[in-house]
């Protein structure tokens, strides 16, 4: 056996491959140039600091400054980790914007993003604003990690459900087309109810309201015309017969509910 003196100097390369890969922490968005935006953020900042005190381990910016597509009415979207459990939501004003502020307990956020259609999607875009021991960071790379295995599977009890949903509030706008008003509103949450089952049908992770019918569009570009002309449709009866033509094309993989008569 050589002795210490005698034995070969290991090569920086040998050295590297003794140590353990390090994820990188997630790349942060750079600060909106929106005049003043940035300052009306740190205000938001210092209420919920002021607000939770020694229980706030990290406060995060998503939503739209964080996507780059802040407009006039942009709220301030954070979300406030605390320790322990927490589960509140407030809305304040910082001069002419809303601050929209969800308090989480950081455990319970991490507990939740394996299964949930849109936190992945959320979190990864998003900023560190305040940081306790790197808490958000970590939390921010595992959204990054869980979207990039996509978006949890939808069981085929599920699917039947979101369709019975859909054409529940389809149905319903229809036998109440004698009251225009009634119907559609009804069709709104009917729509709603479609474009959320596009994206999980398809696998697709949730995107931001403003940008699902874009998004559907691209992916599909015949179901994307039809819900454009869906939300342009001059009359009532044109808008029935096109969320009837929207329902039966994303559904038409989907079976109806058993039959127990």
Avoid at 160 to 183: N, Q, S, V, Y
Avoid at 184 to 190: N, V
């Amino acid at each position: 056996m050589d002795s210490p003196a005698t034995q070969p100097i290991p090569t920086t390369e040998e050295l590297k491959a003794e140590l353990l890969e390090m994820p990188e922490p997630p790349e942060q968005p750079e600060p909106i140039t929106e005049p003043g935006y940035e300052e009306l953020v740190a205000v938001a900042l210092r209420h919920v600091r002021g607000r939770r005190g020694g229980d706030l381990v990290s406060v995060i910016l998503v939503g739209s400054s964080v996507r780059r597509a802040i407009t006039t009415h942009s709220d301030i979207d954070l979300i406030a980790l605390v320790k322990g459990q927490a589960d509140g939501h407030e809305i304040v004003r910082v001069a002419d914007r809303l601050a929209d502020i969800r308090y989480r307990g950081h455990h319970e956020l991490e507990e939740d993003l394996p299964y949930s259609p849109r936190l992945p999607s959320l979190l990864r875009k998003a900023r560190i604003l305040f940081d306790h021991e790197g808490i958000g960071a970590k939390l921010l790379e595992r959204a990054n990690q869980r979207f990039r295995q996509g978006p949890p599977p939808v069981s085929i009890n599920e699917q039947i459900r979101i369709k019975a949903e859909c054409f529940h509030w389809l149905g319903k706008a229809r036998d109440l087309a004698d009251k225009p008003a009634t119907a559609q509103y009804l069709l709104a949450i009917f729509f709603d109810d479609v474009v959320n089952a596009f994206f999980r049908l398809r696998g697709f992770w949730l995107t931001a309201p403003v940008d699902a019918p874009k998004f559907i569009a691209s992916r599909d570009a015949a179901l994307g015309d039809l819900a454009g002309r869906f939300l342009t449709a001059a009359t009532l009866p044109e808008r029935l017969n096109l969320g009837r033509d929207l329902a039966d094309i994303l559904f038409k993989d989907v079976p109806n509910p058993a039959r127990i008569d």
